[in-house]
């Protein structure tokens, strides 16, 4: 057992076959910040072997079935490595602030003690290519636009004008993280095995996504309609 997780094996090709991991109820992409409030023991622990590395992450994974705190939650096999960028304590937690890198497959969950840990292997990254630039662009499309909408039915984590990355690969997958549309589906987007397949997915999502919220919202204000006629 490693007693601590760098990231940079992972940039540098080494096999890392350990990782701490933190199993959440939402989806981590790579290229999406993460913000987290540390309380549970085990996870205190987690961070403290963490810090002695020079570059800390850990895994993350969603939760299958279960719940974030108290252990015992079924787990998803695909995650992303979170890389801790900031660290500051509050009143009864800490604050840990990272962001999402490399994708990974669980090949093995390793016992709980003293917090979550999992062998793994790393996925291969997605490569862009400028044909994909049409493409790209019809999906930041369908994103915004059905961000738009589902800002008139519900408050929204992201809005449609936020800030995406220049680069075209790191938007891509930040599109798959802004995007309203299901855990599920977010899973199936973070197992892409190209970009294109990213893309497409994404786009044709966040299109439905769009098209329900709009219908939604049509027969609420019909509902209503019926209720002040006397239906």
Do not use: C, K, N
């Not at 992972?10 to 540390?38: C, I, T």
Request: hydrophobic letters at 45%.
């Amino acid at each position: 057992m490693t007693d601590s997780f760098s990231a940079e094996p992972w940039a540098s090709g080494l096999p890392v076959l350990e990782l701490p991991m933190f199993p959440l109820g939402s989806v981590l992409f790579p290229h999406m910040p993460l913000a987290l409030r540390l309380f549970e023991e085990r996870y205190l622990t987690m961070l403290a072997h963490l810090l002695e590395a020079e570059d800390p992450a850990f895994g993350v994974v969603l939760i299958e079935r279960g719940r974030e705190t108290g252990g015992g939650e079924h787990r998803f096999r695909t995650g992303t490595v979170a890389e801790i960028v900031e660290v500051d304590g509050g009143e009864g937690f800490v604050a840990v602030i990272a962001e999402g890198g490399q994708r990974f497959e669980v090949t093995d969950w390793l016992p709980d003690d003293p917090y979550p840990r999992a062998e793994i292997r790393a996925l291969e990254d997605l490569e862009w290519d400028e044909r994909w630039e049409r493409l790209r662009d019809e999906t930041e499309a369908a994103v915004r636009r059905s961000l738009a909408v589902a800002s008139e039915f519900s408050e929204q984590q992201w809005a449609s004008v936020v800030e995406l990355a220049d680069d075209p690969l790191e938007s891509s997958w930040q599109l798959a993280g802004i995007a309203p549309v299901s855990e599920i589906d977010q899973m199936r987007f973070l197992s892409a095995g190209s970009l294109e397949e990213l893309l497409v997915g994404v786009r044709d999502r966040a299109t439905e996504a769009g098209e329900a919220f709009i219908a939604g919202g049509i027969a609420d204000a019909d509902d209503e309609d019926w209720d002040v006629l006397g239906g």
